[in-house]
């Protein structure tokens, strides 16, 4: 009972503006309905730790307007291969000329040149990587608008990689991407596709995007 | 999970000439990620990015701007700005929307300049959907405390846009 005899109404709760006493109900019901400050806003959705397959999926995909993804040590078995990304909606892959991409590659040995294709069947994760010892990607993907039904889905990438070739040579590229149909996505696919390959793929979400 | 991307705030707007988000920058974080949504509109071309101080929205020749035009449809285009009002060409959008990321280095500290860098997807609707992309990096030459971002298209306005800044510890 405040002064006066009223009775207050609980304040509104927001992230950032939380006001009064939780107990640890509260505090779980408050997350859920992304009403309670608690800081660590990139939240980790899976990792996956690959080796000996051609392809793996990311189906949890939250409820994110914004996902990154980071690819670590990615190496392919067939020499000077890539990791190549597609979208599945309610189970169908999206495998035809829905995709395009712009990316520019430099090496360090002095080979700078520009990627790009306005009727292409994947999206790029990692760039003509090695098979030799330490030949492999690094790599982070931003995701736009993959769940959401009346947009495109948009990418940009950067990538940091030891190249196949006549000697070990290091690649950079950065670029970015776009899938044209307007469909709500529910699984990211990564896939070589030539042979099996290994890496370290994580997929956050970025909250409040 | 306690990650070190921390939410500070963000602003929206569905059909505005720009887009401010003011009092995102402090002295508790020395870089900020920015995520930037929106849909399309037939007239935007390039997304441009002004910092907010003190003063206001600072429009002075101070903003040095490096890109790359990246179309899936085209050779790609070197750019260069410098003395301009806006960091130019942050991203491209033309009636397809776009995504945008910024990484933004040391905004609020009145003894250094502002650095960005930019990175961007987005769609251009003309005679078919076509890719293009931009990648950027700027400096905001002044020594100022800036306190916010201002997001203004080169023509007409942003739509469905929202704009969230995030530090990172």
Redesign the interface.
């Given at each position: 009972m405040s002064e006066y005899g009223y009775i207050p109404e609980a304040p509104e709760q927001s992230f950032g503006n939380n006001k009064g006493i939780f107990n640890p109900k509260d505090i779980y019901d408050l997350t859920r309905a992304d009403k309670y400050t608690n800081y660590g806003q990139l939240e980790l959705i899976e990792t996956q730790n690959i080796t000996g397959v051609s392809s793996t999926t990311f189906s949890n995909l939250g409820d994110y307007n914004v996902h990154f993804l980071t690819v670590n040590d990615f190496q392919p078995i067939q020499n000077g291969t890539d990791l190549r990304i597609r979208f599945i909606s309610n189970g169908t892959e999206y495998t035809g000329s829905f995709y395009q991409r712009a990316l520019q590659y430099g090496t360090n040995g002095g080979t700078f040149a520009e990627e790009k294709s306005t009727t292409g069947t994947y999206l790029r994760a990692t760039f003509n990587t090695g098979n030799a010892t330490n030949e492999k990607t690094s790599s982070y993907t931003y995701f736009y608008n993959l769940l959401d039904n009346t947009k495109y889905n948009f990418t940009s990438h950067q990538i940091s990689n030891i190249g196949a070739g006549s000697h070990p040579e290091f690649y950079m590229a950065f670029g970015s991407g776009v899938q044209t149909s307007a469909v709500s996505m529910d699984t990211i696919k990564l896939y070589n596709a030539y042979n099996n390959y290994e890496a370290d793929i994580s997929l956050y979400g970025i909250r409040y995007s | 999970?306690?990650?070190?991307?921390?939410?500070i705030?963000?602003a929206s707007g569905t059909s505005v000439s720009s887009l401010s988000v003011t009092d995102c920058f402090s002295s508790e974080y020395d870089v900020y990620n920015v995520?930037l949504?929106m849909?399309g509109s037939t007239t935007n071309k390039d997304i441009r990015l002004q910092y907010i101080y003190s003063g206001g929205t600072d429009t002075t020749a101070n903003y040095v701007t490096a890109a790359?035009f990246?179309?899936?449809?085209t050779?790609?285009i070197e750019l260069r700005y410098s003395g301009q009002s806006s960091h130019l060409v942050t991203g491209y959008n033309y009636d397809?929307?776009?995504?945008i990321?910024y990484t933004i280095f040391n905004p609020n500290d009145s003894s250094s300049y502002t650095f960005l860098n930019s990175?961007?997807?987005?769609?251009y609707n003309s005679s078919g959907?076509?890719?293009?992309?931009?990648?950027a990096i700027g400096v905001h030459q002044v020594t100022q405390a800036n306190t916010g971002i201002n997001i203004v298209p080169s023509t007409s306005t942003l739509e469905n846009i929202?704009v969230?800044v995030?530090g990172v510890k």
């Amino acid at each position: 009972m405040s002064e006066y005899g009223y009775i207050p109404e609980a304040p509104e709760q927001s992230f950032g503006n939380n006001k009064g006493i939780f107990n640890p109900k509260d505090i779980y019901d408050l997350t859920r309905a992304d009403k309670y400050t608690n800081y660590g806003q990139l939240e980790l959705i899976e990792t996956q730790n690959i080796t000996g397959v051609s392809s793996t999926t990311f189906s949890n995909l939250g409820d994110y307007n914004v996902h990154f993804l980071t690819v670590n040590d990615f190496q392919p078995i067939q020499n000077g291969t890539d990791l190549r990304i597609r979208f599945i909606s309610n189970g169908t892959e999206y495998t035809g000329s829905f995709y395009q991409r712009a990316l520019q590659y430099g090496t360090n040995g002095g080979t700078f040149a520009e990627e790009k294709s306005t009727t292409g069947t994947y999206l790029r994760a990692t760039f003509n990587t090695g098979n030799a010892t330490n030949e492999k990607t690094s790599s982070y993907t931003y995701f736009y608008n993959l769940l959401d039904n009346t947009k495109y889905n948009f990418t940009s990438h950067q990538i940091s990689n030891i190249g196949a070739g006549s000697h070990p040579e290091f690649y950079m590229a950065f670029g970015s991407g776009v899938q044209t149909s307007a469909v709500s996505m529910d699984t990211i696919k990564l896939y070589n596709a030539y042979n099996n390959y290994e890496a370290d793929i994580s997929l956050y979400g970025i909250r409040y995007s | 999970m306690a990650t070190n991307l921390q939410f500070i705030k963000s602003a929206s707007g569905t059909s505005v000439s720009s887009l401010s988000v003011t009092d995102c920058f402090s002295s508790e974080y020395d870089v900020y990620n920015v995520n930037l949504i929106m849909d399309g509109s037939t007239t935007n071309k390039d997304i441009r990015l002004q910092y907010i101080y003190s003063g206001g929205t600072d429009t002075t020749a101070n903003y040095v701007t490096a890109a790359l035009f990246q179309g899936s449809y085209t050779g790609f285009i070197e750019l260069r700005y410098s003395g301009q009002s806006s960091h130019l060409v942050t991203g491209y959008n033309y009636d397809g929307g776009t995504g945008i990321n910024y990484t933004i280095f040391n905004p609020n500290d009145s003894s250094s300049y502002t650095f960005l860098n930019s990175q961007s997807s987005g769609a251009y609707n003309s005679s078919g959907v076509k890719l293009v992309g931009t990648k950027a990096i700027g400096v905001h030459q002044v020594t100022q405390a800036n306190t916010g971002i201002n997001i203004v298209p080169s023509t007409s306005t942003l739509e469905n846009i929202k704009v969230s800044v995030y530090g990172v510890k």
